[in-house]
């Protein structure tokens, strides 16, 4: 049954459809989250091990081996990264994209707690955590207050700031940075001590053991069960100097001392090892992180409600923002809105530009929101979000989504100028261009929708593309089988009938066309040269995984030699601001030195992150990469610094890793790779993963002077530890305030700490007492790694090589090149990792993709047009399009990205659909009409040639503003836009030409088959 002629006929249920898909649609997009991208959500699960004190190397050995042993057996892992700092194992393991994360995380537990025997017993039990907010910052503020310490003000970060913000739905996380804990400080007397012969660790003990709470008994009073309670902490910090402490002289006789008689208590901060600044002033600050799967647009609004509500309630603190990254995310969304709404109105003028008749373009108009929303809805249910990729599938099809309505209303008016009435032309002229219609749209479909089935990263990004792309082009079809010929049938009016003069441009494509039909072989030759041409440009052109962006905004990472203090990082930090303040386009810098939810053994104080706020895009005269190369170039000059700049956005950095299991083959191929490196020309900074060494006090026990004086290892490094830094965290006494709870930490004075002799006197207990360090051990100044880096088992160094002008493809191709790379020493190998790895998957993927997509259409259009040969006719308009998509790049200065192959998916649908029009009318007049094969295709080529060229202007016309980059940053969009447009220009050129031929050459093959088997026939009767 004809749905078209139905709904002509019975207009009401089509009507009440589209309300009710029209309504659900604006539900859907009121519901829609905003994001910049789609939300990867990798399988990502994080063990974290820790062991106050231990060095890199023997956590490496004694907890990270372990671990990632067990960890091997679990199915599906991609990668397996671990970081090892001082006292600190951080193993990071990905899984397949496809791996349901809940089983990645019980997996991941069950495999660490196998382990769990074997790892030391001092240690806490490692805590396995699924990442379950972003990565990066949403928003970072500022507090301040006249009335609270830098110690107050951070708890007040920790507590109050925290606790209201984290309620907020979408908050991911809220990190403190910059700013000081509360801690009480019992600064030891070494003279003191030696006289009484009483340890460090010993003093420690005593205070956690007097300063305590405990539970347990049960006591009957007065007829009623009470239970019992021992309290002895203390209520006020001030009570501690004269806490009264039982010790074990040297003489081993029991006696107390009161705890200042030995100390000197404190109610001060802990030693900072962190700081944040703002354009050089020191600050208290927190970042707000969001959920996965929450707007990013939406959690900065709620985000920014909380903190203005707080802060009414709060008039004491002063909270800022500095920092956010969610306005290039709503200048994407406003942008891309924009842009739907210039396509939308281009279209509609194109329309009334080719056949200058209102209600044809108020029914071709209304095609384009009855299309468009009903996806919403779609979107909504399948958890998507309005992101950088479905707004771009939107963008992109809103010149197909006219197409279908300008076709049907085209063929509608062109029957009513002969004369028909509009109820009998829209009758005719639906059942005319159904199949075509139909067969357009599957087409498309069957390009979009295999994208949606790729593998690996690139799959998460073209997943919402390929389905949302297709839903909105089947919504299309259902405007323009039910809506648009309905619409036509009682809103179109008579038009008289004339016979319709061809203007000179129609005249001259049809000479064009004779031409081509009486040399098709000069034909053939010239679109083979353009195709051998068109391919040829590949080399040319670069590759990258997506393109670098503008998003005002960079970061600075500085890293200094391991050893350096807070203060001298702090000192070169102010250096590098003052440098970059100096540039018209940084309109402030953000510091942040260490990680303030760390402990001082792990923080790392010698390296420092500046985040660099530019002015927008469009009023300044450099580019955001042209900014990079200066600060690149003003920083080069800082002495003993590892300078980076690295960009927001993606696109603007290439990793390249070297793993192996032996150490000192892996820092002579890293050294190798590094000095080749500095030969390229083009490239920026190059950052080495690799730790430097870093200065330590080695403690060597002697055991035969331990054994004679009955001390042992543990006693010995707990005496050590505790004098220099303090007991384990888990261990310090701690008073309890109505909120938290104060840690006590017990250690000797800086002067002790600093002076060797002076720590080889402190007293370690053994048989007969107290003996001086330096007489069971000796003390040495040596160095060892800062940090070990570890994939897969191994250690690894990554090298990240800032891209500066050139593409992801062009470094990786050089990088391939170099001898030091071609020529590994043994046991070490390359690893594939970041955009190199996601640019290898992406083209990998896309190739089957469109091999997939090109199969679909085949299959589609053979069930349509009944016939195996002709859809090869049709198919053959997308080699035509090649060519002019990568010429638009190469003149461009674009490349292959992710963005350059959507724009080529989109081309194939277009480029086929344009086609099938053609062909489609062709065979009509070919087979069923009984025309001649030449007066056939003219005809064709006559009645299809102007809405062949209504779509392909309208679909250009909408592209435009986008590679032209008007609105918001086009490095993303842009690429796109340009393969669209170039492929567009020169296949519809082409493919009116030399479509028609090769249809004349199919159907002689045809003709030679027919009379092939024929002839075979009759031989056989």
């Not at 997009?29 to 023997?58: C, M, R, W």
């Not at 503008?550 to 930090?573: E, H, N, W």
Request: glycine share 8%; hydrophobic share 45%.
């Amino acid at each position: 049954m004809n749905i078209s002629s139905l709904s002509i006929r019975n207009p009401v249920p089509a009507i009440l459809l589209f309300i009710i898909l029209t309504g659900a649609g604006l539900f859907g997009l009121h519901k829609l989250g905003i994001q910049n991208f789609p939300d990867l959500d990798v399988p990502t699960i994080l063990v974290s091990a820790s062991l106050e004190g231990a060095a890199p190397a023997q956590l490496e050995t004694e907890v990270a081996r372990k671990i990632e042993d067990k960890l091997a057996s679990i199915a599906g892992v991609d990668h397996v990264t671990t970081t090892i700092t001082d006292g600190a194992a951080s193993i990071s393991v990905s899984f397949d994209i496809d791996k349901d994360s809940e089983v990645a995380l019980n997996e991941v537990r069950n495999a660490v707690d196998s382990a769990r025997a074997d790892l030391p017993t001092e240690m806490a039990a490692p805590v396995v955590s699924k990442v379950t907010h972003g990565s990066s910052a949403l928003l970072t503020y500022t507090v301040a207050s006249p009335h609270l310490s830098e110690s107050d003000l951070s708890w007040f970060v920790d507590n109050d700031i925290s606790k209201a913000l984290l309620s907020v739905k979408g908050v991911g996380a809220i990190n403190r940075v910059g700013g000081v804990e509360r801690e009480m400080h019992v600064t030891l007397d070494p003279a003191r001590m030696a006289g009484l012969g009483v340890t460090a660790s010993s003093v420690s003990s005593q205070i956690k053991a007097v300063q305590t709470d405990a539970s347990g008994g049960r006591g009957t009073m007065g007829g009623s069960n009470q239970s019992v309670r021992t309290l002895g902490r203390l209520d006020q910090p001030e009570q501690l100097a004269s806490l009264a402490i039982p010790v074990t002289t040297a003489a081993a006789t029991q006696t107390s001392v009161r705890l200042d008689q030995i100390a000197t208590v404190s109610d001060t901060a802990e030693e900072r090892f962190a700081y944040a600044a703002l354009n050089g002033k020191p600050v208290v600050g927190f970042q707000v992180t969001r959920q996965i799967g929450s707007s990013e647009v939406s959690v900065a609004a709620a985000v920014r409600a909380a903190v203005k509500t707080f802060t009414a309630n709060h008039p004491q603190v002063q909270i800022t923002e500095v920092i956010e990254t969610v306005t290039p995310t709503q200048d994407n969304y406003d942008g891309s809105m924009h842009l739907l709404y210039e396509g939308a109105v281009l279209a509609v003028v194109v329309v009334w530009l080719f056949l200058r008749n209102w209600r044809a373009t108020f029914v071709s108009a209304v095609a384009l929101p009855l299309s468009i929303i009903p996806t919403f809805i779609v979107m909504y249910l399948l958890g998507y979000s309005l992101n950088l990729i479905t707004l771009l599938s939107l963008s992109l099809v809103v010149g197909v989504l006219v197409d279908d309505a300008i076709v049907e209303v085209e063929n509608i008016v062109r029957h009513l100028r002969m004369g028909k009435t509009p109820m009998q032309a829209a009758l005719d002229a639906a059942s005319e261009i159904g199949l075509a219609v139909v067969a357009t749209t599957f087409t498309l479909v069957a390009v979009f929708l295999p994208t949606a089935f790729m593998s690996g990263i690139p799959g998460k990004f073209f997943r919402q593309f390929g389905i949302t792309s297709s839903v909105a082009v089947l919504a299309s079809l259902m405007v323009a089988r039910l809506l648009t010929p309905m619409m036509a049938a009682y809103l179109l009016k008579p038009s008289p009938e004339h016979a319709a003069q061809d203007g000179p441009v129609m005249r001259r494509y049809l000479a064009m066309v004779h031409w081509c039909q009486t040399h098709r072989r000069r034909t053939m030759l010239l679109a083979g040269l353009f195709l051998i041409g068109s391919v040829s440009l590949v080399p040319l052109l670069p590759t990258s995984f997506i393109s670098a962006s503008d998003t005002a905004q960079t970061t600075i990472s500085l890293k200094l030699q391991p050893g350096t203090t807070l203060a001298q990082t702090r000192a070169t930090a102010v250096q590098a601001q003052t440098l970059i303040a100096k540039m018209p386009e940084v309109t402030q810098v953000f510091t942040v030195i260490g990680d303030a939810s760390s402990d001082a053994s792990s923080s790392t104080v010698n390296e420092a992150s500046l985040t660099v706020s530019l002015t927008p895009r469009g009023t300044r005269s450099r580019s955001q990469s042209d900014v990079e190369a200066a600060i690149r170039h003003d920083l080069g000059g800082l002495p003993g610094v590892r300078v980076g700049v690295m960009g927001m956005g993606n696109g603007q950095s290439l990793d390249i890793t070297l793993a192996s299991d032996d150490a000192l083959a892996l820092n002579q191929a890293t050294a190798a790779l590094i000095k080749d490196l500095r030969t390229l020309h083009g490239i920026g900074n190059i950052s080495d993963s690799s730790s430097l060494q870093r200065p330590e006090i080695h403690v060597l026990p002697d055991p035969v002077r331990m054994a004679e004086q009955g001390v042992t290892t543990d006693t010995l490094a707990s005496v050590v530890r505790v004098a220099t830094y303090g007991d384990y965290a888990t261990s310090l006494a701690k008073f309890n305030l109505p909120q938290r709870q104060i840690p006590i930490r017990v250690r000797f004075d800086d002067s002790t700490r600093s002076d060797l002799d002076a720590l080889g006197q402190l007293r370690v207990i053994g048989r007969a007492g107290a003996v001086p360090l330096d007489a069971v051990a000796d003390l040495s100044l040596s160095a060892g790694p800062s940090q070990i880096a570890r994939l897969d088992r191994m250690r690894n160094v990554t090298l990240s090589i800032e891209l500066g002008s050139l593409s992801t493809g062009d470094v990786n191709k050089m990088v391939q090149a170099l001898p030091s790379i071609k020529n590994l020493p043994s046991g070490v190998q390359q690893i594939a990792t970041g955009d190199a790895q996601r640019m290898a998957e992406l083209f990998t993927s896309f190739g089957g993709a469109m091999l997939i997509g090109i199969l679909c259409i085949y299959a589609v259009l053979v069930l349509l047009f009944h016939d195996f040969m002709q859809p090869a006719t049709i198919l053959a308009a997308l080699p035509l399009s090649v060519g002019g998509a990568l010429l638009a790049l190469l003149i461009t200065g674009g490349g292959f990205s992710m963005s350059s192959v959507i724009g080529l998916l989109m081309l194939m649908g277009i480029v086929t659909k344009n086609s099938i029009l053609l062909v489609e009318y062709a065979v009509v007049a070919y087979h069923q009409r009984g025309l001649g094969r030449y007066e056939a295709l003219v005809d064709a080529c006559h009645k299809r040639a102007r809405p062949i060229l209504m779509t392909t202007i309208a679909m250009v016309a909408g592209m435009l503003p986008i590679a032209l980059g008007i609105g918001t940053d086009p490095s993303f969009r842009g690429p796109m836009a340009v393969v669209v447009i170039g492929g567009l220009v020169t296949s519809t050129v082409l493919s009116l030409l030399v479509i028609p031929v090769v249809f004349t050459y199919v159907d002689d093959l045809l003709l030679w088959m027919r009379k092939h088997l024929n002839r075979r026939h009759h031989v056989a009767t």
